[in-house]
């Protein structure tokens, strides 16, 4: 008789793993479907949306909020900033513009914040939230949580341009057959120079041209570490003259120089999963005024034993030119070394 109830009792184990598996299961599959069909986010290229308050976007987070975000590009000829902020008032927060792609969330909570969100309205989406009860935590948190948003800000950008090469990839580029490397060049830059080993392209903005160029040095090239910057504005100096004239002026040579009024920026980087070195600076043209922003990766090519140099810079007097050096920025960063 005891036999019976066991088995009854068997069976409802079984029943209920069964049932709760085929949950677990649903409610999963319910996640994944969720996921997948989140819209595109919106956005212009760096462009953060802030939502706020008036009170604190006119005030001293506001003023913070614009210090970390939209503080001045570095090596930039004209006065542009980082990102270009949007500020949006807590209440209209809500419908379409919820699918911005990067959003900076700062409002006075019970509640303490400093974290980002991702993907919870559109993908890609970087929400930065900043909570505290009083505004001078709330700028604390806000510092807390700065560096990382503009990071990730900024590396979604470069992913986003990098996959909309794809669209359009030039069938001509000859960075695999001259140097042993790809780049994801859009199919609107002209080879204007193939000469030596030394490739550049450019392509027509409003007002000027936009330029790449590649090339390689033999390993130990930079040996001398005292002297690096100045190798670095020799290098340049060198290339120009012998490969970007400037314009023709009667009784002058005119050529693409480093400017050195003011010292580049030089840092430690990675580029393509190698280390390198970034340096940002202006160039200006030998007895002719001509100048603009220049962004120059010296990469170590650890597989092929040598230095790949990329560089990108901009003529386009007078425009803001921000957008066009983060597109040559992202260009140089898709490189591809092979052996």
């Known amino acids: 008789m005891l036999m019976r109830p066991l088995m009854n009792y068997q069976i409802l184990v079984k029943c209920f793993i069964v049932v709760s598996t085929l949950f677990a ?13 989140l819209p595109e986010s919106t956005g212009s290229v760096n462009q953060v949306i802030v939502v706020t308050t008036d009170t604190i976007w006119k005030g001293g987070v506001g003023d913070s909020i614009r210090k970390y975000f939209a503080a001045p590009l570095e090596a930039s000829t004209i006065a542009e900033p980082e990102f270009t902020l949007t500020y949006l008032p ?88 001259r140097l042993g490397f790809s780049l994801r060049l859009p199919s609107i830059y002209q080879l204007g120079v193939d000469q030596d080993g030394f490739l550049w392209y450019d392509r027509p903005v409003e007002g000027g041209t936009i330029n790449l160029m590649a090339y390689s040095l033999e390993k130990g090239y930079f040996a001398d570490r005292d002297s690096f910057l100045d190798q670095i504005l020799g290098l340049r100096d060198s290339i120009g003259k012998k490969y970007v004239p400037g314009p023709d002026v009667p009784g002058a040579v005119t050529y693409m120089i480093s400017e050195r009024t003011f010292a580049p920026y030089v840092r430690p980087t990675e580029v393509g999963g190698f280390k390198a070195v970034e340096v940002k600076g202006i160039w200006e043209v030998q007895n002719y005024p001509m100048a603009g922003p220049y962004l120059m990766y010296l990469v170590n090519d650890t597989i092929n034993k040598r230095t790949v140099v990329l560089e990108g810079f901009t003529f386009a007097p007078s425009k803001p030119k921000r957008d066009f050096m983060f597109e040559l920025e992202a260009i140089m960063k898709s490189i591809e070394i092979t052996e």
Do not use: M
Not at 25 to 37: A, L, S, Y
Not at 135 to 142: G, I, R, S, W
């Open 90 to 177: 807590q209440p209209i927060w809500k419908g379409a513009i919820t699918k911005s792609r990067n959003v900076l969330y700062v409002l006075t909570d019970t509640l303490e914040a400093a974290h980002i969100k991702k993907n919870l309205y559109a993908r890609p989406q970087n929400i930065a939230v900043v909570k505290s009860k009083d505004l001078e935590n709330l700028k604390n948190n806000l510092f807390k949580v700065a560096a990382t948003a503009k990071y990730i800000f900024r590396e979604t950008e470069l992913e986003l341009a990098q996959a909309r090469f794809l669209k359009s990839l030039s069938s001509k580029a000859l960075f695999d057959e």
């Open 25 to 37: 299961f649903i409610g999963c599959n319910d996640v994944i479907q969720q996921e997948k069909f």
